[in-house]
């Protein structure tokens, strides 16, 4: 049974950061693509960044590019979301989600097959 558990989260001030992890089981995880959304109160999930199964290729939404950085380690089984100057409206549940086809990054919900249930960041201005 795959699972995704997100951890990580919390309360940061308007610039700050915070380090999300989330540790598969289940799965070879050296073999799947990773990817972080966000949902935001009254909005639809995003795209945040997704990473290849080797770490070599990533992709990153245009709001969070050069803020955060999306990284992996095979033998731990666990993919970070390395979040730096925080602002308030990356307020979200944030989720990991694993997509089956290892060689690519999707910024589209729908390559990925399993999700974890998501873990709160909250920025204060």
């Known amino acids: 049974q795959v699972q995704l558990v997100e951890s990580g989260g919390g309360l940061v001030q308007a610039g700050g950061s915070l380090r999300l992890s989330c540790a598969a089981s289940?799965?070879?995880?050296?073999?799947?693509?990773m990817g972080w959304f966000r949902q935001a109160p009254g909005k639809e999930r995003e795209f945040v960044a997704a990473?290849?199964?080797?770490?070599?290729?990533?992709l990153y939404a245009g709001s969070v590019k050069g803020r955060f950085t999306i990284s992996r380690d095979n033998a731990k089984n666990t993919v970070y979301l390395q979040m730096n100057s925080l602002k308030p409206e990356d307020t979200a549940v944030y989720y990991c989600?694993?997509?089956?086809?290892?060689?690519?990054?999707?910024?589209?919900?729908?390559?990925?097959?399993?999700w974890g249930q998501g873990t709160q960041v909250t920025v204060s201005s």
């Open positions: 289940g799965l070879t995880f050296n073999n799947y693509a």
């Open positions: 990473i290849t199964w080797g770490g070599g290729r990533t």
């Open positions: 989600a694993l997509d089956r086809a290892g060689w690519r990054t999707s910024g589209s919900e729908a390559p990925y097959d399993y």
